[in-house]
């Protein structure tokens, strides 16, 4: 079962809503859901919750070392408390999908993502779950820094709150470490379809025994 539930971000009120810090907010919903306070520990370097659930402890934890050095903290709980790599997910924003979609993955290398690279660094290994939110891509690489430190527009921020809230339709199979059913149900939770309106029906004809307009 996943026994650390990690989201990446960066601290301080400037980067609170900044696309970067897409991990941090899949953390606070969790936290909702579980009802658990975040508070700050020390000695991972970051804030962190912790809950029994079916008998097993489970944590919630945002690194506050700045995303560069979010390996930093997940390393110190994980090695503290002997949390195997397979046993952790990373929530964490993801450029190459869309605002409003989520996928969950297990391994593979983390493709540039600064949080992720630290985090593979420390614990030795790739192999631990990832849940990329998705925060779309500027279009041209160069912009890729700026586009992660700005707030998105007033629609992705909605589509990603979205998403979120989806995903967490998984959790009870993430905490029984079903992780296929935890995929499926990330995978096939998507956006609501747009009602569009049916067209309204033309006028009537007029009747042939109708008087002439005047």
């Not at 936290?31 to 991972?44: I, Q």
């Not at 402890?57 to 979010?70: G, H, K, R, Y």
Request: hydrophobic letters at 40%; glycine letters at 10%.
């Amino acid at each position: 079962m996943i026994k650390l539930f990690v989201g990446l971000g960066n601290p301080g009120p400037e980067y609170e809503a900044t696309r970067h810090n897409a991990g941090f907010w899949w953390i606070d919903a969790l936290a909702r859901e579980l009802k658990v306070p975040l508070s700050m520990d020390k000695g991972c370097q970051g804030l962190l919750a912790r809950t029994s659930l079916h008998g097993q402890t489970v944590w919630l934890l945002q690194p506050q070392t700045f995303m560069n050095l979010s390996g930093r903290s997940v390393g110190m709980l994980a090695r503290f408390f002997k949390i195997a790599p397979g046993e952790i997910l990373v929530a964490h924003d993801e450029l190459d999908i869309a605002p409003g979609q989520v996928k969950l993955k297990f391994g593979g290398s983390h493709a540039g993502h600064n949080g992720l690279r630290d985090i593979h660094a420390q614990l030795g290994t790739g192999d631990y779950w990832r849940l990329r939110l998705g925060v779309g891509h500027p279009g041209d690489r160069a912009e890729v820094v700026n586009w992660v430190l700005k707030k998105p527009s007033l629609d992705h921020r909605i589509a990603i709150d979205q998403c979120i809230d989806r995903s967490l339709q998984a959790l009870p199979a993430f905490l029984a470490g079903d992780m296929d059913k935890a995929t499926l149900l990330v995978h096939t939770s998507k956006p609501p379809r747009a009602h569009t309106p049916a067209p309204l029906a033309p006028p009537p004809p007029p009747s042939s025994t109708s008087a002439p307009a005047p």
